[in-house]
């Protein structure tokens, strides 16, 4: 362990965030956290809002700033949060997101199929567990819900986490859009608990309001915009084209990191060794061999790359319902006349998907509102017609993206 020592890191969302307790201090010194530094937050949507930069580093150190505000609010409300359990849930929000890959969720079951972060999170928790010498071990049972205080892990993982308290104000401080903003703090201040459960006091009610309509206008509005969808769709098809051209063109394709051996070698068995090369994995590989790519002599390849990086994206549209098989035919067949290609590569230029988000998901972790007279009422059971109705419905959006 690292000698008692304090830190003071000016975050341009907060202000200052204080470091000061030696578990904390390895955790951001470890290679696999200072790993989140070149991985950015927002994946692609820079290039619609040109100041959403902010990496991975920046959201795990805002969400660990909240999460011992959170810590605090409900202390002095006289719950019963020792000093052990502070910093195990402080480390939990630290490293909840370290499993995260290139450009984040854009590239999620593309470079790594069948594995998501969360999992990936877990075992690179277990990992640095060993080389702390199990001063995770709290850590990770409020990570995976198996402590018997479940409001610490509904502080990380819920509807109503810090998790997304953070994103959200963070998300919207550097795209510059204020819709999404939310009062964190007036909602921080408003947390209690109940039964080992974590709730909201009555007078809280709007202020949660707030914060699920800020995350639905954020989704619609940034990370669901057509322009960021089209660039995010671009470099995953650059992705799928390269996984496929790989049996016969590896050599061609070599990057010199460790995109060659996932794209080419990997096992699809997520071992400590093949976790160690994962965690080699950043953004800065990804550009750098998109890079390379295009100047690739197959001409799929070279052009998605190419138009990718000078930000000539796919022409998208966004609609309520889904598009007409002719329309659909008749895109096709304009893009394989425009660039010389036939049917068997059409995927790559010109295809349709479905966009969705649910901004309150009731049947999974809910946001329990505790009333003065010590009732309870999941929000969606409040007397709020947009809370009920809007709110808690999933949004379905049919997309086409093409080059034409």
Sequence with gaps: MLATRRKIINDPVYGFITIQH????????????????RIQQMAMAQLVYPGAVHTRLHHSLGAYHLMGNAVNELRNKGFDISEEEEIAVKAAILLHDIGHGPFSHALEQILIPNIGHEQLSLQIMEVMNNNFKGALDLCIQIFTNQYYKPFLHQLISGQLDVDRMDYLSRDSFFSGVSEGVIGYDRILKMLTISEGQLMVEEKGIYSV???????RQMYWQVYLHKTVLSAEKMLVKIMERVRFMYPSHGETLNTGSQIDY?????????????????CLLDDIDVISAIKKWRFHSDKILALLCTRFLNRSLYKSRIQAEPFEPAFIKAKEQE????????????????FTGIATNTT??????????????????????????????????????FYICSLT
């Design 22 to 37: 030696p578990l904390i201090f390895s955790i951001i010194e470890h290679p696999y956290y200072q790993r989140l530094r």
């Design 209 to 215: 309001e707030k914060f699920l309509v800020a995350r």
């Design 262 to 278: 996932f794209l080419g070698l990997y096992n699809g068995i997520m071992d400590e060794v093949n976790l160690a090369k994962f």
């Design 335 to 350: 893009v394989m006349d425009a660039f010389g290609i036939d049917k068997a590569d059409i995927s790559y230029l010109c």
């Design 360 to 397: 309150y998901q009731s049947k999974e972790e809910k946001i329990n509102i505790l009333y003065k007279d010590g009732t309870v009422k999941d929000i969606t059971e409040v007397d709020n017609t947009m809370i009920q109705q809007n709110l808690s419905s999933t949004v379905k959006k």
